[in-house]
Structures are given as structure tokens and as C-alpha cells.
């Protein structure tokens, strides 16, 4: 394997940061014309209210149920399953307070997505969703600590962030993912949110290739056909060296990628080095207004 460059960026440094969004205009004097009603401005809500429950959408595998975690022992079982996936399956190297378990400092700021199986109440599938009102709270996105998101600004008040997800190996057939997309989707429509964004993982071992060269070679495809408009491409903090890498191997993105790009996901900017989790993220950008019209008529009925 290929020298790879070590971590260079403490997430300490980040911290609580203003500048991640827009500062508030100035107030000015309001003009009030006569006979006009004054207009009603939608004002984004400080938190959404996650229902305790989604039904799975039509379709669906049989045999699972979506909910929201609503006590800290569904979340405890969505970081169990994080933790086979990334450090049993990926060799991820987690600190984490509790063992084995995939704790982190977003945790406790982000809705816990959840997919069981009905038969033995298994958690099988998981998602965390960061709001904008919690990502506020905590002072950035996970993303903020592996990327430069300054051009995304003018979004963050309708953009939640999606991570950590991951399906138990017996249960990579489609299903479990589709309904997490669909309860994601009815989540964002409620709420009234519009983006989402996040770090999709490559492994550093992917179809047989046990180097940076098959991330090399899936940004350089996706680079030439799915990158995002200029106004809203990101640069990583610590850059996966793909110039000093192989990038001309024919290799197929990972399932959950090319299940992003579907949806109409667009790539942000070249990936970065994770060394804890030995993959190489890109960060991704999705917006509801992007969603083909069947993935749109699928998951939210229009």
C-alpha cells in the first residue's frame, strides 16, 4: 500500500464557529404600505419534532420496521451495530467511551434513524441525522471536521447531515437501505428541509484492491460526471494524495454510492484520508428538488 499522509487537523481546532453560517442580516426599519397584509415568512424551526414511528413505505422488504430512537437503548443498539460494521467488519480504529459500541461527540446532537428486524427486534440498519438547530448547537458537522464547507454556507439553514450509516452483512439486499431512504425523506419533507450532506466511505480494501488506487480511480470517474456546480464544491482538510495514486483503474463506487448518485446526488470535491475509519470519504451533496420523479413519486407520493 501506497505512504498515505497522517492527520494534520485536530477536531479540537474547530470548535464552535460563526463563520460555518451566514450571519444574520441587519435589522431594518419596516415599511408598511396601507392596504397590504404584511406577508408571512416561513422561519425554520429550532428543532423538528421526529415522530416516534414511520411506517415502512410500500415496496419494502417484508419483515422490518423504521422508527426513530426515543430512549438511549435504541441508540445504544445503533452504535453495537456501527461498531461491527466499521471496527468488526472495516477495521476501523474507534475511541469510544463504552466498549463496543461507535460513540461519538455528534451523538448525542443527532436523530437516531433506526431499521429492526421485526422478528427478533434486531437493529439491522441505521442512520444519524444532524439538524440544522443541533449542528448549531454542537458548532459544526461532522463534515466541517473533514472538509472546508464555506461554500455551503447560504445552505445550512435547510441542510441536515447525514452519517454512520451502515446494514448488518445479512441484510445488504436493498430493502432495509430503501426504507431508511424513504422515512429520510418523509423526515426532510415535514420539516421542511431541503439538503442533505455527508461523507460517502470508500475502503482502502474495495473489490480487491487493498490501496488509495480504487478511491483514486471512483473520484476520477465521478469527477468527470457528477460533480456539483462550482459554487458548491468543498476542499478536504487532510486530501487523499490521488495524484501519487493509481486513479486509472476500471472499479466500480461502493453500493451506497452508487445508490446516492440515483437519487441525484452530486460529488462536492475530492475525497479526504480518514485514517481511523481506513477509508477515503467523499463529501456528497443531495437535494430533495434533484430526486428523479420516480424515487420522488416512491418516497413521497408525488
Known amino acids: 500500500m501506497k505512504e498515505l499522509p497522517n492527520p494534520m487537523f485536530p477536531i479540537s481546532q474547530l470548535g464552535v464557529r460563526a463563520t460555518f453560517w451566514r450571519a444574520p442580516e441587519p435589522a431594518r426599519p419596516a415599511v408598511v404600505h396601507a392596504a397590504i397584509a404584511p406577508t408571512q415568512v416561513a422561519v425554520p424551526q429550532p428543532a423538528p419534532i421526529v415522530p416516534p414511528a414511520v411506517a415502512v413505505a410500500a415496496g419494502s422488504t417484508p419483515g422490518i420496521t423504521v422508527s426513530w430512537a426515543r430512549h438511549q437503548d435504541d441508540v ?20 469510544t467511551s463504552l466498549a463496543g459500541h461507535d460513540i461519538d461527540l455528534f451523538d448525542d446532537f443527532c436523530e437516531h434513524l433506526l431499521v429492526r428486524d421485526e422478528a427478533s427486534g434486531q437493529v439491522i440498519g441505521t442512520y444519524r441525522v444532524l439538524t440544522p438547530a443541533q449542528a448549531r448547537r454542537v458548532g459544526s458537522t461532522y463534515s466541517d471536521t473533514e472538509f472546508d464547507l464555506t461554500r455551503l454556507r447560504d445552505l445550512r439553514e435547510r441542510m441536515v447531515e447525514l452519517g454512520r450509516s451502515c446494514v448488518h452483512r445479512d441484510h445488504r439486499q436493498g430493502g432495509v437501505i430503501l426504507a431508511l431512504w424513504g422515512a429520510l425523506a418523509g423526515f426532510m419533507h415535514r420539516n421542511r428541509l431541503d439538503t442533505m450532506i455527508g461523507c460517502a466511505s470508500i475502503p482502502m480494501s474495495h473489490n480487491g484492491v487493498t490501496s488509495g488506487d480504487a478511491a483514486a480511480s471512483i473520484w476520477r470517474q465521478l469527477s468527470a460526471t457528477h460533480m456539483a456546480p462550482i459554487q458548491y464544491q468543498v476542499q478536504p482538510r487532510l486530501p487523499l494524495p490521488v495524484d ?3 486513479g486509472q483503474l476500471v472499479v466500480e463506487p461502493p453500493a451506497l454510492i452508487k445508490g446516492y448518485l440515483r437519487l441525484g446526488a452530486k460529488v462536492l470535491g ?7 475509519f481506513n477509508t477515503a470519504d467523499l463529501p456528497m451533496l443531495m437535494r430533495i428538488d434533484d430526486l428523479p420523479a420516480r424515487y420522488r413519486k416512491h418516497f413521497l407520493g408525488n
Not at 82 to 94: N, P, S, T, Y
Not at 270 to 276: R, S
Open 270 to 276: 475530492a475525497p479526504a484520508w480518514d485514517p481511523d
Open 76 to 95: 445504544r443498539a445503533a452504535q453495537r451495530l456501527r461498531h461491527d460494521v466499521f471496527a468488526g467488519e472495516m477495521g476501523a480504529r474507534l475511541t
Open 244 to 246: 501519487r495514486l493509481d
